[in-house]
């Protein structure tokens, strides 16, 4: 019997995307492997429904849901995992596009009975479909060196730019039960958190890689090529916002993950997040204050006070500034160019 990956797909609007969306995610189907694609649409009034119903009412694999545009980005997600029915489980972006070959990756991760698996994603204009190659190769990473190269320490790792979309991924849906109590407890605690990450979306995606990897005793098999494109057009939502905002949407994700660590008791791993969430919460900082943006200063000084004082209260402090160091060492070193893999 086949076993089954699910993509859920939020969407409005995007009736020019979405189609060709589904069709990549359809597209994962072998011997072994078969799709299913929740799409919930958010009251679409650019005819994207109608388009929908004609094309997949009659393909078992892909249930339409209508949902109400007042609902939000992140509930639609938290709905969309209410409905998942199989062990294996990702989400999937409106205008994205995955690999044909995603289906290998989803392959060797059911052959194994594993929890998590990744690839990279590479950006391309919207008008485009990026040139995906075949799956070459696997890399078995530790689940805490790939998660400490999300804080900037790449021991081992020799391409640092992992990616933070989980369309990049496959997880299992007892991860994503556990995402969405530990996204939405962390973010009721302050406006800074609810306005990014649940308000703009920006985070809870990468909290999906590092719950992932919090939760794995083992190695991770990450796949040594592109697996998915991040579609860039003029309402992406990396355009939309700018960096800026994604860089602090990303930044408080990380602070969950160290409290996490601290929790668990991992007070080595935890002192090397810590040194890095200080030292990216100052260049934010610094970066906004130059610009005149200094809305949400105050609430970033908060949190890095916050890491602070839970680095004092584990006794990690000393181990965080040695760390600080090191990562300052880190980044003056000359590197050689990363291209992402192919």
Known sequence: MKQVVTFILPTRNRRHFVRRAIDSCLA?????????????????????????????DAD???????????????????????????????????DDVLSPYFVDMVGKLVSAGDNFIMGYGAECDARGVYPFRPIAAYNELAAAQLLLTYYGRPVGIDFSGLPVSPIC???????????????????????????????????????IYLLSLL?????????????????????????????????????LAKIWGFESLC??????EAAICASS????????L??????????????????????????IRNRILLR???ESYLHIVHWMRPRAHQAIPT
């Open 60 to 94: 078992p694999r892909v249930q339409l849901i209508q949902n109400s545009k007042s609902a939000g980005f992140m509930n639609t997600c938290f709905q969309g995992v209410e409905l998942v029915k199989s062990k294996w489980v990702t989400f999937m972006y409106d």
């Open 263 to 268: 929790q668990t008791g991992r007070r080595n």
């Open 169 to 207: 991924c496959v997880t299992t849906l007892d991860i994503l039960h556990e995402w969405i109590p530990q996204v939405t407890h962390f973010c009721s605690r302050n406006a800074i958190r609810q306005h990014f990450m649940l308000n703009r979306n920006i985070g809870p995606d990468l909290m």
């Open 215 to 251: 939760r794995q005793s083992g190695s991770v098999p990450v796949a040594v090529a592109v697996v998915a494109q991040f579609s860039s057009h003029p309402t992406s939502m990396s355009i939309r916002y700018g960096s800026s905002e994604l860089r602090i949407g990303y930044w």
């Open 320 to 322: 965080s500034i040695i």
């Open 277 to 284: 969430i200080l030292l990216m919460g100052a260049r934010i």
């Open 28 to 56: 994962c189907e072998n011997e072994t492997v078969s799709a299913c694609v929740i799409v919930i649409d958010g009251e679409s009034d650019d005819g994207t429904i109608a388009d929908l119903k004609d094309a997949y």
């Open 286 to 311: 610094v970066t906004r204050l130059t610009r005149v943006e200094t809305i949400w200063s105050g609430m970033i000084v908060a949190e890095m006070s916050r890491v602070l004082w839970s680095a």
